[in-house]
């Protein structure tokens, strides 16, 4: 693919605890010139982010990175960012819930989370290095069961980020209305092409112009 396609799967990312308000406005720039999908960023910068670049989808996360926050604390988080400007939400699943087996309390979560958005996008993340092959399956089901638009297989801070093995897998269980975001360990252009070949809808990293400045 030229790399002007491979822009357009990009959520161009900065998570960072000490990611500045500087790196925040050369992201949305580099954002705007290249045409990525979104940027995704802390829900503290989202309001300014959308006053200074009103034209650009803004992505932020909530219950990030653990996901072990109250479902209240999830919802008021995703209608302050709402509010803010944010036409995405990448939320953290409850990932001791998963491992106490309580999967309708983790589905009615991604659900709640999904009605507070309405018809804006919900990417789920479920941090596929903490889950077994059964529990990521059971994961699928949920995202789908739920309503969510993506399901995404990691938040990059956990001890494990995505690869084509749990993107084949997620990709043969969740619903037709289901897409899928890949994030944390995409290193190269290839990687990329791999990944969206594989099912992927969306790219999430902070490296994009890295990988893509000698593509084709």
């Given at each position: 693919m030229k790399k002007e396609e491979l822009y357009?799967?990009?959520?161009?990312?900065?998570?960072?605890?000490?990611?500045?308000w500087n790196e925040i406005q050369q992201l949305c720039q580099e954002a705007r010139f290249f045409r990525m999908a979104s940027v995704c960023i802390p829900s503290s910068y989202v309001k300014r982010a959308h006053e200074y670049f009103p034209e650009l989808n803004i992505c932020t996360v909530v219950g990030f990175p653990l996901g072990n926050a109250s479902t209240e604390a999830k919802l008021a988080e995703t209608r302050q960012a709402l509010e803010d400007g944010a036409n995405e939400i990448d939320m953290v699943i409850n990932l001791g819930m998963v491992k106490n087996q309580e999967y309708p309390q983790v589905t009615?979560?991604?659900?709640?989370?999904?009605?507070?958005?309405?018809?804006?996008?919900?990417?789920?993340?479920?941090?596929?290095?903490?889950?077994?092959?059964?529990?990521k399956i059971r994961m699928c089901e949920a995202v789908t069961e739920a309503g969510a638009d993506f399901i995404k297989t990691s938040t990059g801070f956990g001890t494990g980020g995505a690869t084509l093995e749990d993107v084949i897998l997620m990709k043969q269980h969740v619903g037709p209305n289901v897409k899928i975001k890949a994030a944390g360990g995409i290193r190269s252009k290839e990687d990329m092409e791999l990944y969206i070949g594989a099912g992927c809808s969306r790219i999430g990293t902070s490296s994009a112009i890295a990988m893509l400045q000698d593509g084709e």
């Amino acid at each position: 693919m030229k790399k002007e396609e491979l822009y357009r799967f990009v959520d161009h990312t900065a998570l960072k605890a000490v990611t500045t308000w500087n790196e925040i406005q050369q992201l949305c720039q580099e954002a705007r010139f290249f045409r990525m999908a979104s940027v995704c960023i802390p829900s503290s910068y989202v309001k300014r982010a959308h006053e200074y670049f009103p034209e650009l989808n803004i992505c932020t996360v909530v219950g990030f990175p653990l996901g072990n926050a109250s479902t209240e604390a999830k919802l008021a988080e995703t209608r302050q960012a709402l509010e803010d400007g944010a036409n995405e939400i990448d939320m953290v699943i409850n990932l001791g819930m998963v491992k106490n087996q309580e999967y309708p309390q983790v589905t009615e979560e991604i659900r709640l989370l999904k009605e507070a958005t309405g018809d804006k996008i919900l990417k789920v993340i479920i941090e596929n290095c903490y889950l077994t092959e059964e529990e990521k399956i059971r994961m699928c089901e949920a995202v789908t069961e739920a309503g969510a638009d993506f399901i995404k297989t990691s938040t990059g801070f956990g001890t494990g980020g995505a690869t084509l093995e749990d993107v084949i897998l997620m990709k043969q269980h969740v619903g037709p209305n289901v897409k899928i975001k890949a994030a944390g360990g995409i290193r190269s252009k290839e990687d990329m092409e791999l990944y969206i070949g594989a099912g992927c809808s969306r790219i999430g990293t902070s490296s994009a112009i890295a990988m893509l400045q000698d593509g084709e």
